[in-house]
C-alpha cells in the first residue's frame, strides 16, 4: 500500500533561518509528487509538481527537489507569512485521480 | 465564482441524523474529489469523479457514505445515520483534468461537520 511519510511534525524557525523538510514515499509507480500549503482554516494551496527523480522547482523562497524515494521542500531565509502547514500526496502509477497525503508538517516563522 | 464553492461551511448535527454536503466546483473543472481531514490529521480520500461518475470511491469508508455529481459540475456528499467518528473537515477539490494526469487540485475551504 502506498506511504507518505513527512518529517518533521513541526519547525519552529527565526525568520532568515533557512531549513528543509522532507517527504518520503512508497508507491510501486510514481505518477507526480506535489507539495500544497494550507493555512488554519483553509483548504490547501498547490504549491508545486515533480514527475521524476533529479527534477526541481523554484517558487520564492521554496525550493522542491525529487529523489527515487524521497522530495525535499527547502525554505530559504523564511518569513512570517511563510508559517504554514506544508503538506506532500503522491500519485500512484495505478491510481486514477487519488492522492495520498502525508500527515504534513506545521511551520511557525518567528519575527 | 472564481473559485471552489462548498456550503455549508458549518453544520452540527445529532447522532443518528443524515446530513449533505454540497459542492460547487470551478467552472470547466472536468474531474471533482472529496476528501476529509480529521484534527491534526493529513487528508484523506474519498471519492473521485470524472464528469458524473465515479472511477474511483474506494476512499468512502462505509455505506453510510455516498455522493454523487450532476450536470458535470455540482457534488453532493451524503453522510446517513452520523456518527461521532464522522466529524471531520470535509474538503472538496477540482482539477482541469483528472485520471493519469491529475495535475493541480483546487480546493475549497471545507465543510467542518460536529456530531454531538
Known amino acids: 500500500e502506498d506511504q507518505v511519510t513527512q518529517s518533521p511534525e513541526a519547525l519552529r524557525l527565526q525568520e532568515g533561518e533557512s531549513s528543509s523538510l522532507n517527504c518520503s514515499y512508497t508507491?510501486?509507480?510514481?505518477?507526480?509528487l506535489f507539495w500544497y500549503r494550507q493555512d488554519p482554516g483553509k483548504g490547501p494551496e498547490f504549491l508545486f509538481t515533480?514527475?521524476?527523480a533529479g527534477e526541481e522547482k523554484e517558487k520564492e523562497r521554496l525550493k522542491a527537489t525529487l529523489t527515487k524515494k524521497e522530495s525535499f521542500l527547502h525554505i530559504t531565509a523564511p518569513k512570517p507569512e511563510d508559517s504554514a502547514t506544508y503538506l506532500c500526496?503522491?500519485?500512484?502509477?495505478?491510481?486514477?485521480?487519488?492522492?495520498?497525503f502525508g500527515a504534513g508538517t506545521q511551520v511557525v516563522v518567528t519575527p | 465564482g472564481a473559485g471552489v464553492s462548498q456550503s455549508p461551511s458549518n453544520k452540527v448535527t445529532e447522532k443518528g441524523k443524515d446530513v449533505e454536503l454540497r459542492c460547487d466546483p470551478i467552472?470547466?473543472?472536468?474531474?471533482l474529489y472529496w476528501y476529509r481531514q480529521s484534527l491534526g490529521q493529513g487528508l484523506e480520500f474519498l471519492i473521485y469523479f470524472q464528469g458524473n461518475s465515479a472511477p474511483d470511491k474506494s476512499g468512502l469508508p462505509s455505506d453510510r457514505f455516498s455522493a454523487e455529481r450532476t450536470g458535470g459540475s455540482v457534488s453532493t456528499l451524503t453522510i446517513q445515520r452520523t456518527q461521532q467518528e464522522d466529524s471531520a473537515v470535509y474538503l472538496c477539490?477540482?482539477?482541469?483534468?483528472?485520471?493519469?494526469?491529475?495535475?493541480?487540485?483546487?480546493f475549497g475551504e471545507g465543510s467542518r461537520l460536529t456530531v454531538l
Open positions: 477539490a477540482s482539477s482541469l483534468r483528472g485520471g493519469a494526469n491529475t495535475g493541480e487540485l483546487f
Open positions: 500526496a503522491v500519485q500512484d502509477e495505478g491510481s486514477w485521480g487519488k492522492l495520498q
Open positions: 508507491v510501486s509507480g510514481l505518477r507526480g
Open positions: 515533480l514527475y521524476s
Open positions: 467552472s470547466g473543472h472536468t474531474a
